[in-house]
């Protein structure tokens, strides 16, 4: 399979409790991007690598959240004490360079009690 | 921020019905992209606009971009159930803003 991989597929967690997702890009793509999607809304950009370097992040990534991408290759996104507000499908997609379209993996559902 | 509008939010059709969805920007776009995300899934790219009053047909799917670039427009010529889904349209740059969508719903 040569799209884009997602772990864990969902993820139930206390309040306040750290958790980190990973994506495994398609491997020739430089850019991954992270999404978070909530029902009935379109995804919302949280930020973005190429290759190791992280070059933007929106203003809904708090300081709870940090994501990395060593190497360039896989990423993880970890939210610290998360909170109910948190709970959604986050999104990774890559795709090769910036005008180019997104593959987009099937995302990870976090459910915060 | 740069936003992009979608009209309209839900659009029910019997099936064999068209189906149009449109989105909108203030600003002007560089390009556009469209994706469809059926129930429990996630977005799949469907095409790329680039230049001013460009026209694309994938089978039954068209796309237009504005004169103005500001505008584009997804048209589905005699809907199929197969066609259920939110449609997005996403403004690029160096990442994509995604409007609301537009949920399609098929009544066979």
């Known amino acids: 399979d040569t799209g884009v991989s997602q772990n864990p597929r969902h993820k139930i967690t206390k309040r306040g409790q750290n958790v980190t997702f990973r994506c495994d890009p398609i491997?020739?793509?430089?850019?991954l991007y992270w999404y978070r999607q909530t029902l009935g809304q379109g995804p919302e950009f949280l930020t973005y690598f190429q290759n190791e370097a992280q070059l933007e992040k929106s203003r809904l990534l708090s300081d709870r959240f940090s994501a990395e991408r060593p190497k360039g290759s896989f990423s993880t996104l970890e939210i610290q004490r998360t909170e109910q507000g948190d709970s959604a499908m986050y999104l990774c997609?890559?795709?090769?360079?910036?005008?180019?379209?997104?593959?987009f993996g099937s995302g990870t559902r976090l459910t915060v009690v | 921020g740069q936003q992009v509008m979608q009209i309209p939010q839900y659009q029910h059709v019997q099936e064999g019905e068209d189906f149009t969805t449109y989105c909108n920007s203030s600003t002007t776009l560089s390009n556009i992209q469209w994706y469809k995300q059926r129930p429990g899934g996630h977005p799949v790219f469907l095409i790329q606009l680039v230049k001013s009053g460009e026209v694309k047909k994938q089978k039954r799917l068209t796309f237009q971009f504005g004169e103005a670039k500001k505008n584009s427009s997804l048209h589905i010529t005699a809907t199929q159930t197969t066609d259920v889904g939110t449609y997005f349209c996403a403004r690029g740059g160096n990442m994509l803003t995604f409007g609301g969508g537009t949920r399609l719903m098929v009544k066979p």
């Open positions: 491997s020739e793509h430089n850019r």
């Open positions: 997609a890559s795709s090769q360079t910036q005008d180019y379209g997104y593959t």
